[in-house]
């Protein structure tokens, strides 16, 4: 019999015996001291009750013992690939916290897998797209370095060609250090140096960072905020992020248009808006403008590659941030970061 091949329930039933055998020499021994002869029907009422103490022990560890080989097909399903394989939980007793317990372990499995496949297909098309992304500039060098081999004769053409390799080059710079900066992002090796800072100074930073381009392309930078406002924050990272959307901003603004950089505390959060008057963004891609690499159809952006706003929404989460974006084509766009003041909570 199967049942007793567990030595645990070897045991038990030996106990059972045990104890009945020891309860039936007692009684017979008392009944021998007061009657001076042996019962039978101690003998007969100790058989029957062993009997079916025997037979209740039988059905109950039969009955388990199918619950557990139940549950081990549902494991070996699982393990040979049905991984919506599950054990029956629905009553109450260790048994079932036992099973529920490998259920929960499937289910935490399965949630490992899943993201193990989004990782690797999300490396995948990280791969593809920084491949996509360096085969531009890589075949515009090659282009330049013929032509300077081969055509260049006027140092006029020379400083020219030798200006637009180094354009292709700032490209791929710039891709490199924000793959390098997502990266460390992503894997939480970044400690931010948080300080108390003056968002007025970091502002005007920022302005300056980008008053030669705004200057050579006839565009207006603005700050409007109080310069008494403070922010706890890493004064670099948030520059970064600023930045970003600053440069986004110029990107997609033509001449004479105004790009804004905003601020205030409110009672319990930071905000500050980056707004232009520039050519807006589709509906299409507002819900696509954090992705990494995205490039809409609408846009006659062509040089960017597509991570200044996913660095920018990184940088603002690092800071338990959020960052919205409202935008209609041919009205501009508003980006929008929030930051809230935990001591204010």
Not at 104 to 120: M, P
Request: aromatic share 10%.
């Amino acid at each position: 019999m199967k049942l007793f091949v567990d030595k645990e329930i070897k045991r038990f039933f030996f106990a059972v015996t045990g104890i009945w055998i020891v309860f039936f020499i007692g009684a017979e021994g008392m009944f021998w001291i007061d009657c001076h002869r042996l019962s039978a029907w101690i003998f007969l009422l100790v058989l029957a009750g062993a009997a079916l103490t025997d037979m209740v022990s039988i059905c109950y560890f039969t009955r388990q013992n199918r619950k557990l080989e139940q549950a081990q097909a549902q494991i070996r399903a699982y393990l040979d690939g049905d991984t919506t394989a599950r054990i029956d939980c629905d009553e109450e007793g260790e048994l079932y916290k036992l099973f529920h317990g490998i259920n929960s372990l499937a289910a935490v499995l399965n949630a490992h897998a899943t993201k193990e496949i989004r990782e690797k297909v999300f490396l995948k098309n990280t791969i593809s797209d920084i491949s996509h992304q360096l085969k531009t500039p890589l075949a515009a060098l090659n282009i330049y370095n013929g032509l300077l081999q081969e055509e260049a004769e006027e140092e006029s053409q020379i400083k020219e060609f030798a200006s637009l390799s180094e354009q292709e080059l700032d490209r791929i710079e710039t891709l490199v250090q924000n793959l390098l900066k997502m990266t460390r992002l992503d894997a939480g090796s970044i400690i931010l140096e948080k300080a108390t800072e003056q968002i007025a100074d970091m502002m005007q930073d920022i302005r300056l960072q980008f008053a030669y381009r705004a200057e050579q392309e006839k565009k207006t930078l603005l700050l409007s905020g109080n310069d008494t406002d403070t922010f706890f924050c890493d004064r670099d990272w948030i520059l970064e992020a600023v930045g970003n959307l600053v440069k986004n901003a110029l990107d997609h603004t033509k001449e004479g248009d105004r790009i804004t950089i905003s601020w205030k505390c409110m009672a319990s959060a930071v905000q500050i808006v980056v707004a232009d008057n520039g050519c807006g963004i589709h509906p299409e891609d507002l819900h696509h403008i954090f992705k990494r690499f995205y490039r809409s159809r609408f846009s006659k952006d062509t040089q960017g590659i597509g991570l200044g706003l996913p660095l920018a929404k990184a940088i603002v989460e690092a800071h338990n941030g959020t960052i919205e974006v409202d935008s209609e084509p041919g009205r501009g766009a508003v980006f929008t970061l929030y930051f809230l003041i935990p001591t204010k909570l």
